[in-house]
């Protein structure tokens, strides 16, 4: 039994077809108890952020024919805590990145400052890399010319 646990629960309107959304509040002790599970990387009081090789494993045993439930609970994650539609929804996320990224992409950060931008979707023509390069050597060359200047301008500032 854990203490102070807050469930939000949103029920679903049967007009419109919407699914239930329920919200789980995590707390410190039950943070403390799933940031021991090795397969967690951080625990925030609404989030669990599940390490990768976790995730890797986790969509390999469900491709196997193995249920979202039991690949956590063989996990050592305790349901009742995060929540029985928990593993169905991560599994769902994953597979789902599994099939457009690899093994890959559940190592790489694809979003924020960390990601390079939307992968061109064609190959560039030796012409094309060419303008590319070019284009970003005359950047370099006024990067580079600014801090010429800049610096020559601290120089002065320091002889006033």
Not at 56 to 85: N, R, T
Not at 93 to 103: L, P, Q, T
Request: proline content about 4%.
């Amino acid at each position: 039994m854990f203490l102070n646990k807050k469930t939000v629960i949103i029920k679903p309107n049967r007009e419109n077809g919407e699914s239930t959304v329920s919200k789980i509040i995590y707390n410190e002790l039950q943070r403390k108890q799933l940031e021991n599970n090795p397969n967690v990387s951080h625990v925030s009081d609404r989030s669990i952020t599940y390490k990768p090789e976790f995730k890797v494993q986790a969509v390999k045993e469900y491709l196997q024919g193995k249920l979202p439930m039991k690949i956590f609970i063989d996990h050592g994650f305790d349901i009742e805590m995060i929540g029985v539609d928990k593993p169905h929804a991560c599994l769902k996320r994953w597979r789902y990145s599994f099939e457009a990224h690899g093994e890959d992409g559940f190592y790489t950060e694809r979003r924020g400052k960390g990601s390079t931008g939307r992968p061109s979707s064609k190959e560039l023509t030796l012409e094309e890399k060419l303008k590319k390069a070019e284009a970003r050597n005359a950047f370099l060359e006024m990067e580079i010319d600014f801090l010429k200047k800049l610096k020559e301008l601290e120089r002065q500032a320091k002889k006033k």
